[in-house]
């Protein structure tokens, strides 16, 4: 399989750790050259540069985007990755804590693919893929915030790809399920305990690996995907799909 990203640039936010990191490197062996965003370079792979972004920040956001086009010269594909999780009801979650979710995971996302345009236009086509989450579509208890972020993402996506579509600039959605990074059940007493009870919560029996994400991303991307746009895949391990009723 040729997925064509040879010659084409790939940027990625919140590419320093888990899904992002992944996804860099899926793209980066799939032939791309690819530019990792993040606050730290953290666990971005071997291969891939390295840009400081603040996506809460727009002044860092337009430098960051100003020296990958002096460095590279254009830009095929974004992924807008950057995200925080959040827990809580809409009678715990503060002002504060709205604000700070959505300034992050939908406010990011649009300050970064507004630098981004310019550059992805010049290139007469492109794509864009914004990380929302199953909780956009899926009730979950003590996700108020997260859900309602990730939910605009999923509008934003449909937005951004009706108003883009005449110029042939994609914009699709990945909605990952419960994903196994470093960072799961780290705040947890017993981390490995923690992560067995997620495992056996899920339909399948296991967590998603990065690795999977970051390939449902790339297919998103493809070049030869041309009719693709305003999608929303869902990779959640058929965790609203089907539900598990105990037939086997």
Request: charged residues 20%; negative net charge; hydrophobic residues 45%.
């Amino acid at each position: 399989m040729s997925p064509g990203f040879t010659g084409r640039v790939v940027a990625v936010t919140g590419a320093g750790g888990g899904i992002g990191s992944a996804t860099a490197r899926a793209f980066s062996a799939a032939g791309a050259t690819v530019v990792g965003l993040d606050l730290t370079e953290g666990e971005l792979p071997d291969g891939v540069s390295f840009l400081r972004c603040d996506v809460t920040d727009d002044a860092t956001v337009a430098a960051a985007f100003s020296r990958l086009a002096s460095e590279h010269g254009r830009l095929d594909v974004l992924v807008n990755n950057s995200g925080v999780p959040s827990r809580g009801t809409v009678e715990t979650a503060t002002d504060a804590e709205w604000l700070r979710v959505f300034e992050i995971n939908v406010f990011g996302l649009a300050r970064v693919s507004r630098h981004a345009l310019p550059l992805i236009r010049a290139t007469g086509s492109g794509s864009i893929v914004n990380v929302a989450s199953v909780n956009a579509v899926a009730g979950t208890p003590l996700r108020a915030v997260y859900s309602a972020s990730k939910g605009a993402v999923a509008a934003l996506t449909r937005a951004m790809a009706a108003d883009l579509l005449e110029e042939g600039i994609r914009v699709n959605a990945v909605h990952p399920g419960p994903v196994l990074t470093a960072g799961t059940g780290r705040n947890d007493d017993d981390r490995e305990a923690a992560i067995r009870l997620m495992e056996a919560s899920q339909p399948l029996g296991h967590m998603i690996d990065v690795d999977e994400i970051a390939d449902a991303i790339v297919y998103l991307a493809r070049p030869s995907n041309r009719s693709l746009t305003g999608a929303e895949l869902l990779y959640d391990g058929s965790h609203v799909e089907v539900v598990n009723v105990g037939t086997r």
